[in-house]
């Protein structure tokens, strides 16, 4: 998947990601953003279909919505006519987070789990049966070390992504890589 203007790279290397802006990283310092940009990746919605899915109130998703939208992370849809004859307003997702550098990192610490906490409400919505692999580690690392293996995993994510287009009819799958230092 190219960027917002169809730019697309295979070097083998993670395509060149930028510092996100404060409203950026605010936008994504909660979770429930985190589920609302990753179901509009997916599909249109409308903030009724994203409040029934994800089991809020829709003055609570339209708020989020906003944010979102105030950061260019998700664009409004042109209208259409829903089932009931009412004129919808759907959001997607412009795909501009995913080429932010650590957008996190100036949010403080508890930010970081954002997107951990996304991640673990998507996978008890999906179930057990939707885990397809796994892999836990420990390493010993230096912070050169930490960046190094960063970038590496990047770069194969990056591979997939400049490709992801021609897998459109292929099931969707999500995932997280999550790098920490232990408790001594």
């Keep these: 998947m190219g960027d917002q203007d169809g730019e697309r790279r295979s070097s083998g290397r993670p395509?060149?990601?930028?510092?996100?802006?404060?409203?950026?990283?605010?936008?994504?310092?909660?979770?429930?953003?985190?589920?609302i940009l990753r179901l509009c990746a997916q599909q249109e919605l409308t903030n009724k279909q994203l409040a029934d899915r994800l089991g809020s109130e829709p003055g609570t998703i339209f708020y989020?919505?906003?944010?979102?939208?105030?950061?260019?992370?998700?664009r409004q849809a042109p209208v259409r006519t829903g089932d009931s004859g009412a004129l919808e307003k759907p959001y997607r997702s412009t795909g501009r987070s995913w080429w932010l550098d650590d957008p996190l990192s100036g949010e403080g610490p508890e930010a970081a789990f954002a997107p951990i906490e996304a991640f673990q409400d998507e996978l008890r919505e999906a179930g057990p049966g939707s885990v397809k692999t796994s892999a836990r580690f420990m390493l010993?690392?230096?912070?050169?070390?930490?960046?190094?293996?960063?970038?590496?995993?990047?770069?194969?994510?990056?591979?997939?992504?400049?490709?992801?287009?021609?897998?459109?009819?292929?099931?969707?799958?999500?995932?997280?890589?999550?790098?920490?230092?232990?408790a001594e």
Excluded: N
Aim: zero cysteines; charged letters at 30%; hydrophobic letters at 45%.
């Design 140 to 182: 010993h690392l230096s912070p050169e070390d930490v960046v190094a293996l960063d970038r590496r995993i990047l770069a194969i994510i990056d591979e997939y992504l400049e490709t992801e287009d021609q897998r459109l009819d292929q099931p969707v799958h999500g995932g997280i890589v999550i790098l920490h230092r232990l």
């Design 15 to 35: 395509r060149q990601r930028r510092t996100a802006t404060v409203r950026e990283a605010k936008a994504l310092a909660h979770p429930l953003r985190l589920r």
């Design 64 to 74: 989020h919505v906003r944010q979102l939208v105030d950061a260019g992370f998700l």
